[in-house]
C-alpha cells in the first residue's frame, strides 16, 4: 500500500490536518506518512524540520522556541496554524487509513516527562497507526509504552534489530527477499517506488511511502516528418517546462492545408515518435485548428 510522504499539499501545507484530510480523500493512497517534532514547553507538534526557516520564516530551532511563539506557517499567500499532534485525536475516517508517525526527536535528547505526553497522546489517536523514527533507541520505549509497531527506518545500512524496517529505496539492491521473508520481517520503502506488487500478501513490502506531485503535461504538435537531432533539442526544451511530453502529429489533411506535402505517412511519423524515449504520449492524427494570417 502506498502512504503518502508529509500528506498532500496541493491546498495544504505539508504535515498539517489540512493535508492529511485532503490525502484521505485521494483512494490512491491507503495511509499518510506525518513528522513530529517537540517544542521547547514541551509539545508535540506535526512538523518536520528541526529549524522553523522553511515554512514559518523564524530562523530558530523547534526545540528552543515555546508553541506560543512559532505563528503561522506562511503558505501560497495564506497562513497555517501548525498542527499539535493532540489535534489528531480529533479526526476519524469513513474508510481504512493509516498513520505513520515519525518521531523526527533524538530519544536521549526526550525528558521522561515529555515521553510520558507522548504515550498518552498516541493512546488517544482513534486512527490505525505506526511509530517509525531513524533513532532506533525509540523502539523499546514503544514496546514498552504502547501497543504500537515500531519501524526502524534507515538509509545506509540494514538494521541489525526489529521485525519492521523502511529502507530507502536504494537498500532493496543489498537485499535478499526470500531470506527476509524467511525471518518474518516486513518492509517498507521511501523515496522512490519499488517494484513489487502491492496486492501480493506474501510479499514482506507492505508499505511504499512516495510523494505526491501533480503532473504537469506539456503538449507540443506539429508534421515530424523526416526527424533530426533538432526535433530532438526541441523535444527536450518542451518537456523541461512540465513532467510529461504529450506529441501531436498532424495529419497528411492538415499538412496539406499548408501547401506541405510529408514524405512519410502519419502511420510512419507516428512509430518514429513513439519510439523517441522522452516522448511520454503520442497522439495521432492530432486535432487541428488551422489560423489565417
Known sequence: MFLCHRGISDYYPENTIGSILETS????????????????????????????????????????????DIGSIKWKGKTFPVNLLSDLTQLNFDREFIINIEIKVKFREVDSYSKK????????????????????????????????????????????????????????????????????????S???KVNGDKSDESSPLKYQIVDHKQKK????????DLLHPGHIEFFKKAKSY???????VLDDSCVESYKRTPILSL???????????????????????KTEF
Open 25 to 68: 480523500k485521494n483512494l490512491k493512497y491507503s495511509g499518510v506518512e506525518i513528522d513530529i517534532q517537540l517544542t521547547k514547553d514541551n509539545k508535540w507538534i506535526i512538523y518536520h524540520d528541526d529549524t522553523l526557516l522553511r515554512l514559518n520564516g523564524l530562523n530558530k530551532e523547534v526545540n528552543k522556541i515555546n508553541y506560543s
Open 117 to 188: 505526553m507522548l504515550s498518552n497522546i498516541l493512546l488517544k489517536i482513534n486512527i490505525p497507526k505506526f511509530i517509525s523514527s531513524f533513532d532506533h533507541d525509540w523502539f523499546n520505549w514503544c514496546v514498552d509504552n504502547t501497543n504500537l509497531e515500531f519501524a526502524f527506518l534507515t538509509e545506509d545500512e540494514l538494521p541489525e534489530s526489529g521485525n519492521f524496517w523502511i529502507l530507502d529505496h536504494k537498500l532493496f539492491e543489498e537485499i535478499d527477499l526470500i531470506d527476509l521473508m524467511e525471518r518474518n520481517i516486513k518492509l517498507g
Open 190 to 192: 521511501y523515496g522512490n
Open 217 to 224: 503535461v506539456v503538449y507540443v504538435d506539429g508534421t515530424f
Open 242 to 248: 512540465g513532467d510529461e511530453l504529450v506529441v501531436g
Open 267 to 289: 502511420k510512419e511519423r507516428t512509430i518514429m515518435l513513439e519510439n523517441i524515449r522522452i516522448v511520454d504520449k503520442v497522439i495521432s492524427p492530432a486535432p487541428f485548428y
